[in-house]
């Protein structure tokens, strides 16, 4: 009698893919490269992504993307014009070659901070110097909002816990007391540091609102997202 034939091995389960893993980010909920297609949004993560770690690498490249970007340039050159007209450091004189003096300065205050804040504290506490969107599902406008204002102090760590944000905190503080050296004598007070400080992080919490707002405001106003969402390292 013929010995029947070995039965065919079953195939393997189906593995589950990344993509059936983790749900999609909606499209209206992503964020773009850029706000209205020209302000840098190259730090912020769409709601509800999951995210590599971010490397020192990843960080100096976001942090030199801010810095040299040519919409930074510019509104360097607007900020620059504003305390040229109102004479806000009377040492550099006026003209050409003083408006050229607020505008170094002002690129330089601007590079020092950034660099401080995205980058050189970072880096030695270990921090996630992206901002991650709370988005819709998140709680409503007044959640949100908190949320956004207090990521000026509260943030990610490498390992995804929650930490203070010395980035924010002492990488301002650092970047002001730098300033010191490349700014006249006569602005070099306490007040005006503190001052500076105190402005850098205000701006910086205003920045991250409107971030976290930038998707719903996206849709109200044009309907629809752009196909160029933020990247993902």
Do not use: C
């Not at 300065?105 to 901002?131: C, G, K, M, W």
């Not at 001052?195 to 309907?223: C, K, M, Q």
């Amino acid at each position: 009698m013929a010995q029947e034939p070995a039965p065919a091995p079953l195939p393997d389960a189906p593995s589950a893919t990344p993509a059936a893993s983790a749900p999609a980010v909606p499209p209206d909920e992503q964020q773009t490269k850029r706000i209205m297609g020209m302000l840098p949004n190259f730090r912020s993560v769409s709601a509800g992504t999951v995210v590599p770690k971010e490397t020192t690498r990843q960080k100096l490249q976001t942090a030199t993307l801010d810095n040299f970007d040519y919409t930074s340039l510019f509104f360097a050159g607007v900020i620059a014009g504003d305390s040229f007209l109102a004479k806000s450091t009377p040492e550099f004189h006026q003209g050409a070659a003083g408006y050229a003096r607020y505008y170094w300065h002002t690129v330089a205050d601007q590079s020092v901070e950034n660099y401080f804040v995205e980058l050189i504290v970072p880096a030695i506490t270990h921090e996630d110097s992206r901002y991650y969107a709370m988005g819709r599902e998140g709680g409503g406008f007044f959640k949100r909002t908190g949320y956004s204002l207090s990521r000026a102090f509260i943030t990610r760590k490498d390992s995804g816990k929650s930490t203070i944000n010395y980035s924010e905190i002492t990488g301002s503080a650092a970047a002001v007391t730098v300033s010191n050296f490349y700014y006249p004598t006569p602005e070099r007070t306490v007040h005006d540091g503190l001052r500076n400080w105190g402005l850098d992080i205000t701006y910086d919490s205003a920045t991250f609102v409107f971030h976290e707002f930038w998707p719903d405001i996206s849709n109200a106003v044009f309907g629809k997202k752009s196909s160029k969402a933020a990247p993902t390292p």
